[in-house]
């Protein structure tokens, strides 16, 4: 059993920042991917960022240039820093971890809980 732990959403003014991490624990070989999606209210879930166990990066076009997505292999975490927010950035936040329990090329996609954030003056 995988868990994922998010932390970091809130309340922030637009144009703020904030930081969202998320830490993946328990019976983990490796991860491939790890990101970020978020679901506003009325709204399908969008993929926010990825990024591969190696480092390369994708980004939605509606947060490139003010969203960063990092990660620790060796603590296996993600984060992702925002910046420049906006009102319609509003929404929950999942992270999510492609994880290998086993040598095996079998991964399994594991959820955080979800982590709010609001944009708003």
């Known amino acids: 059993q995988v868990q994922l732990v998010e932390s970091g959403g809130g309340l922030v003014q637009p144009g703020g920042s904030l930081r969202l991490s998320c830490a993946a624990s328990?019976?983990?070989?490796?991860?491939?991917?790890m990101g970020w999606s978020r679901q506003a209210p009325g709204k399908e879930r969008e993929l926010v960022a990825t990024?591969?166990?190696?480092?390369?990066?994708k980004y939605a076009d509606s947060v490139k240039g003010r969203f960063t997505i990092t990660r620790d292999n060796v603590q296996n975490t993600v984060s992702l820093q925002m910046d420049s927010l906006k009102p319609e950035d509003t929404a929950v936040f999942y992270c999510?971890?492609?994880?290998?329990?086993?040598?095996?090329?079998?991964?399994?996609?594991?959820w955080g809980q979800g982590t709010q954030v609001t944009v708003s003056s």
């Open positions: 999510f971890a492609d994880v290998h329990p086993s040598r095996s090329n079998v991964y399994y996609k594991y």
């Open positions: 328990g019976s983990i070989f490796s991860i491939n991917d």
């Open positions: 990024i591969t166990s190696g480092g390369s990066t």
